[in-house]
């Protein structure tokens, strides 16, 4: 599901933005890897990228205003870093054990509104540290509330992603949902990644609103209750 656009009230520092994502990763996502040694599988490996990099592309791509952040109607351009955005005001609005904020501005002019290079590369690093091969996401359809089964579903990177990035596939069942996974690739499951989400449905029309001009995205991070993401088509 997408969330809408939120305000933050706290600073997110790179410290906060860390112990988000890897509790975030470690409490709440299937990680699929080869135990590494001589008699078992192999170890699978994430997909290339430059954590660098691909935070400067995705500023490069949706920074429009040229301020060093992604925020507002830039956001909305790019749902799955919009998703992420909310999933972090969230996660800042919640209680629990405030985790310290070594080096944050206390100036309110320096506070970001929105998703900045720094961010994105931290959040991107930690995976590459992290080395998490596959990941088991589930995505959820409903038309109008009601289970929308026979559904195709493409996970499509964000271009700053890089080239090399796999897109993953889904059919939703009669209950309306659909394990994702790369196409070919065994075992299933998919890179955790930024992806814009396209839907179709042979002999529907489905509009383009959830495919060819699709406003839905994920950001691959973690699955709440067993469902990594849930979409009401409205048409």
Not at 2 to 25: E, F, P, T
Request: charged share 20%; hydrophobic share 40%; net charge neutral.
């Amino acid at each position: 599901m997408i969330l809408g656009m939120v305000s933050i009230k706290g600073w997110l520092d790179m410290s906060y933005l860390r112990a988000c994502v890897s509790i975030a990763v470690a409490m709440s996502l299937s990680v699929i890897i080869g135990a590494g040694c001589d008699m078992g599988p192999k170890r699978i490996k994430p997909p290339s990228v430059n954590s660098a990099a691909a935070a400067r592309a995705a500023i490069d791509q949706y920074d429009t205003d040229k301020n060093g952040q992604i925020a507002g109607e830039e956001l909305d351009k790019c749902p799955a870093l919009k998703s992420l955005w909310s999933e972090l005001a969230a996660r800042s609005r919640g209680g629990g054990e405030q985790l310290p904020r070594s080096g944050a501005s206390k100036n309110a002019a320096d506070k970001p509104e929105g998703i900045t290079a720094e961010m994105l590369q931290s959040v991107i690093g930690d995976w590459l540290q992290m080395r998490i091969g596959r990941v088991t996401y589930t995505c959820q359809l409903t038309r109008n509330g009601r289970p929308l089964g026979g559904a195709a579903i493409r996970f499509v990177p964000e271009k700053f992603m890089g080239a090399g990035y796999p897109v993953a596939e889904g059919v939703t069942d009669l209950s309306g949902c659909g394990q994702m996974s790369i196409p070919g690739v065994t075992p299933e499951g998919i890179a955790v990644g930024f992806y814009r989400v396209e839907i179709t449905k042979d002999g529907e029309n489905i509009p383009a609103k959830y495919n060819t001009e699709s406003t839905l995205g994920v950001a691959v991070i973690h699955a709440v209750s067993g469902v990594g993401a849930a979409f009401n088509l409205k048409y």
